[in-house]
């Protein structure tokens, strides 16, 4: 029987074991790291071409909604639903969201579970793998993915598999009951499962019926269900987007799927399975993956590279040169630069913690900020100025607005910008220049085709991205001070 399956993409994680190249605000899956493509794009792309595939639903957090609506337009993918996560609270709510509108189309629809930033080579392989673990979920079983171990891999948990299922159904591979599961372990326990044998690296994908994953959530985890439940039923929606009560998901405990119910359920099962598999976990694990010279180097941008071996370089801005260094991660980007061993990628958490505890921004955004009309850049700064660059997309129009403690002048670099100050309209066409006096209310709009790039420059006592008064917005931003 040709079941459909419902693809539930979730992208709602930060990605900073990537950092700098990925940020908060701007986090792996929305990067292309291996590719022309993001690794959302890559993900969505790899589900459509699914057998009796459904339009996908995705989970992500309410800071990228923009950015992901974009790339899923970029690529002509339509989804049956996204839903914004107010704030984070890990795998098992997000997953009871999508299982709840599910509900609404057939409880025993089948869930395929994806993160967004996965990396998988055999699409073959793949869907053979999917076609399996269907076929245990409708047997009312909880599947996942088990990866067999290539070397004693510290940066993932495992799973012992334990005895074979035999399906009513005929299937293309095999699967097991889950006997344990175990969390990352250290190098000596990582060897031992090597060498013993019967365990498997713990994918982190999915597929059950949305009526067994809600009677496991509902049994093992009440509050979850509850909370999540309830965020549902008072759930509003915003621009095509589908947002949950904050106040009832934010009451949700937050825990993974792994830990809720995958390590508790008496119907956990696992198909093995081989189609090159990667979770881009760390710079390590992405120079594994990626193309390499006869030196073993993945050489990206402006570089000079000279006696350096097996060394992932990537340069975004400006020319950056190695000499004489073996094994080393090396990413530059306008505002940070990292230089370290390959084997000490675990330990880059520490350092983002060290920006946290300093109040730096490093972590959380990029130089150039995206926003649904397009994106500003911060060029200079000094006391009482600072430029930006700003790109204001075809047909897309910044809020209404006005400032308490800046003007700003604007000179039109390229394309046409329609700006409109206290209910005067005017068109500014390329080297034509404008004022925006303190406390005038004001607009600007890109009415042509092509995208409208300005200079900015802003003075006053208070430069701060707060320092704005909302009066009208057509991207449902909250009309009050915010940053644009």
Known sequence: MNLNIHPIILSGGSGTRLWPLSRANYPKQLLPLVGKETMLQ???GRAARLQNVQAPILVCNSEHRFLIQEQCEAINI??????????GRNTAPAIALAAFHLTQIDENALMLILPADHVIDDQDAFAQAVETAKIAAQEEYLVTFGIAPSSPETGYGYIKTGDAIEFKAPSLLAAYRIQSFFEKPNLETATAYLQEGGYMWNSGMFVFTAKNYLQELQRHQPHIFTAVHQAWLERTTDLGFILPDKDAFTASPSDSIDYAIMQVTSRAAV???????????????????????????????????????????????????????????VIETADAVLVMHKSKTQQLKSAIQHLEFNQRKEHLEHLRIHRPWGWYEGIDKGERFQVKRIMVKPGEKLSLQMHHHRAEHWVVVSGTAKVIVENKETLF?????TYIPLGKMHRLENPGRIPLHLIEVQSGSYLGEDDILRFEDSYGRIISSEQE
């Open 78 to 87: 339509k989804p049956e639903a996204i839903y914004l996560e107010s704030i």
């Open 429 to 433: 066409t390329e080297n034509q220049s």
């Open 42 to 44: 890559v993900t969505l």
């Open 271 to 329: 198909v093995p399975a081989q189609f090159g598999w990667n979770d881009v976990g760390s710079w390590d694990s992405l120079w594994k993956i990626a193309p390499k010279n006869s030196d073993g180097n993945f050489v990206s941008g402006d570089t000079l590279v000279l006696d350096t071996q097996k060394s992932y370089i990537r340069a975004e801005n400006r020319l950056v040169t190695v000499i004489g260094l073996d094994d080393i991660i």
